[in-house]
């Protein structure tokens, strides 16, 4: 199954600003757009943004999500070093009738 | 506190079965879909299969179609993965989820191991 094409690698610094990318197509992204997990390193995912962009309890207001055409996009803002992390975003695929993900970004704080 | 526990995972022979549980507790569990997301060592997050509410509605990974099922008990509040004809390639950390507009979330389990080899 096709999944979701993120940038394998981004690297900001601390404070700064982080955008990382989800791109799909029509059927997927496009569709109804993404949801973004964060994951540490030994540990279980954790939802940050629903494809509605609905964060759950508990997750910072510097994550915020948004979407143009078929690419996703998460945005972090003031950088800190517990977000050095992999993100993956998902999307269901209304052709496969299946939930797909990205292959993951490795977001480095410097 | 929600919990989501997932148990039956271990080391089985290629074209083994196992039968994956997980126990939901601390929240409304007929309320949500639920989902099983696989990782394998060093490698991404993949979507096995998930399950509407009321289990009449089931979805899986074409890879899987056909040798795994999903299923749940409400009543006893537990999602379920039965692995038949185990391959090589399905060696990985299972997961359990809530699945609400997204392929897992908001409540995620620890997961549990499962790796086919001779």
């Known amino acids: 199954q096709a999944g979701l094409t993120q940038p394998p690698s981004v690297s900001k610094g601390l404070r700064q600003t982080a955008t990382l990318t989800c791109t799909g197509n029509?059927?997927?992204?496009?569709?109804?757009?993404a949801a973004w997990v964060q994951q540490h390193q030994g540990h279980p995912p954790k939802l940050l943004l629903d494809r509605n962009h609905n964060r759950p309890s508990g997750i910072s207001e510097r994550f915020s999500a948004s979407r143009s055409g078929s690419t996703a996009s998460l945005t972090i803002t003031g950088l800190q070093p517990e977000d050095e992390a992999d993100y993956y975003c998902?999307?269901?695929?209304?052709?496969?009738?299946?939930?797909?993900f990205g292959g993951g970004t490795r977001l480095t704080v410097l | 506190e929600v919990q989501l526990v997932e148990s039956g995972g271990g080391l089985v022979q290629p074209g083994g079965s196992l039968r994956l549980s997980c126990a939901a507790s601390g929240f409304s569990f007929t309320t949500y879909w639920m989902t099983w997301v696989r990782q394998a060592p060093g490698k991404g997050l993949e979507w096995v299969a998930n399950?509407?509410?009321?289990?009449?509605?089931?979805f899986y990974l074409d890879s899987v179609k056909g040798r795994f099922t999903i299923s749940r008990d409400n009543a006893k509040n537990s999602l379920y993965l039965q692995m038949n004809s185990l391959r090589a390639e399905d060696t990985a950390l299972y997961y359990c989820?809530?699945?609400?507009?997204?392929?897992?979330?908001?409540?995620w389990g620890q997961g549990t191991m499962v790796t086919v080899s001779s």
């Open positions: 998902s999307a269901w695929d209304s052709t496969l009738s299946a939930w797909v």
């Open positions: 989820a809530t699945s609400r507009d997204t392929a897992g979330g908001p409540y």
């Open positions: 029509n059927k997927n992204v496009g569709y109804e757009g």
């Open positions: 399950i509407r509410q009321d289990g009449g509605l089931k």
